[in-house]
C-alpha cells in the first residue's frame, strides 16, 4: 500500500468527519450499548461526536485519511470535550435503563486522564468496508509524531477490545479495565512520548 494522504479537516468537511466517525462506530460496543436501537444511533450519534470531539474541529485537530475512509479527531492539551452539551445530549437520548450505569462509567473514565496537559484522542474510525488496510495506523501515526515532538503523553479510552492491539503497536498501554454493571468494558490507554 502506498502511503495514503492525511488532511486536516475544515470546516466544511466537518459533516464529512461526523459521517465516516458514525459510520466506523456502528457496530462498537460502547455506543450500541448508549444506542441500541439503530435509529436512536444513527439520529443521536452525530450530535454526540460534534458535543465530544467539537474542540477538534475547532483546533484544526481534526484529521482524515484519503476521501474521508477514515478520521481520528484529536482534543490538544488544554482541551475538553463539551461535558455541557455531553451531558444533556445523552441525559435526554440514553435510554433510561442504561443511565446509572453509562453515568458511573462515564465518571470512571474521567478519572483515568493524566493531570498533565495531554492529547486526547476520544475518537478514530474507519469505514467498516475500509478496515485492516492499515488506514487506522496511518492517522494514528500522523498524530503521535505532534505528541512525540511535543514532549506530550497521549491518552484514549478504547471501546473495543479489538483495536487494542492497535493501539499497543502504537505505543499505547492499558491502565486498566472499566465496566460498571450492563455497560460493556473500556480500557483507558496512556502513550508515553518517544
Same mark, same amino acid.
Given at each position: 500500500?502506498?502511503?495514503?494522504?492525511?488532511?486536516? /479537516?475544515?470546516?466544511? $468537511?466537518?459533516?464529512?468527519?461526523?459521517? /465516516?466517525? /458514525?459510520?466506523?462506530?456502528? %457496530?462498537?460496543?460502547?455506543?450500541?450499548? @448508549?444506542?441500541?436501537? %439503530?435509529?436512536?444511533?444513527?439520529? *443521536?450519534?452525530?450530535?454526540? @461526536?460534534?458535543?465530544?470531539?467539537?474542540? %477538534?474541529?475547532?483546533?484544526?485537530?481534526?484529521?482524515?485519511?484519503?476521501?474521508?475512509?477514515?478520521?481520528?479527531?484529536?482534543?490538544?492539551?488544554?482541551?475538553?470535550?463539551?461535558?455541557?452539551?455531553?451531558? $444533556?445530549?445523552? #441525559?435526554?437520548?440514553?435510554? $433510561?435503563?442504561?443511565?446509572?450505569?453509562?453515568?458511573?462509567?462515564?465518571? #470512571?473514565?474521567?478519572?483515568?486522564?493524566?493531570?498533565?496537559?495531554?492529547?486526547?484522542?476520544?475518537?478514530?474510525? @474507519?469505514?467498516?468496508? #475500509?478496515?485492516?488496510?492499515?488506514?487506522?495506523? $496511518?492517522?494514528?501515526?500522523?498524530?503521535?509524531?505532534?505528541?512525540?515532538?511535543?514532549?506530550?503523553?497521549?491518552?484514549?479510552?478504547?471501546?473495543?477490545?479489538?483495536?487494542?492491539?492497535? *493501539?499497543?503497536?502504537?505505543?499505547?498501554?492499558?491502565?486498566?479495565?472499566?465496566? /460498571?454493571?450492563?455497560?460493556?468494558? @473500556?480500557?483507558?490507554?496512556?502513550?508515553?512520548?518517544?
Amino acid at each position: 500500500m502506498t502511503t495514503p494522504s492525511i488532511n486536516t /479537516v475544515t470546516p466544511s $468537511e466537518v459533516e464529512r468527519a461526523i459521517d /465516516v466517525i /458514525v459510520l466506523a462506530f456502528g %457496530a462498537d460496543p460502547l455506543f450500541r450499548y @448508549v444506542y441500541p436501537e %439503530a435509529g436512536q444511533y444513527l439520529k *443521536y450519534s452525530p450530535d454526540v @461526536v460534534r458535543a465530544f470531539c467539537g474542540g %477538534a474541529f475547532e483546533h484544526g485537530t481534526a484529521f482524515y485519511v484519503q476521501d474521508f475512509l477514515g478520521a481520528a479527531l484529536w482534543l490538544p492539551p488544554d482541551v475538553h470535550p463539551d461535558e455541557d452539551a455531553m451531558g $444533556e445530549l445523552l #441525559q435526554r437520548t440514553i435510554p $433510561e435503563q442504561n443511565q446509572e450505569d453509562f453515568f458511573a462509567l462515564f465518571e #470512571q473514565m474521567g478519572s483515568y486522564h493524566p493531570d498533565e496537559p495531554h492529547w486526547y484522542l476520544p475518537l478514530i474510525g @474507519v469505514d467498516p468496508a #475500509q478496515q485492516n488496510k492499515g488506514y487506522g495506523s $496511518e492517522l494514528l501515526k500522523h498524530s503521535l509524531v505532534e505528541c512525540d515532538l511535543g514532549n506530550k503523553l497521549a491518552y484514549l479510552e478504547s471501546t473495543n477490545p479489538r483495536n487494542i492491539p492497535l *493501539y499497543e503497536r502504537h505505543g499505547f498501554e492499558v491502565l486498566g479495565t472499566l465496566q /460498571v454493571g450492563t455497560s460493556p468494558p @473500556v480500557s483507558p490507554m496512556l502513550r508515553k512520548p518517544r
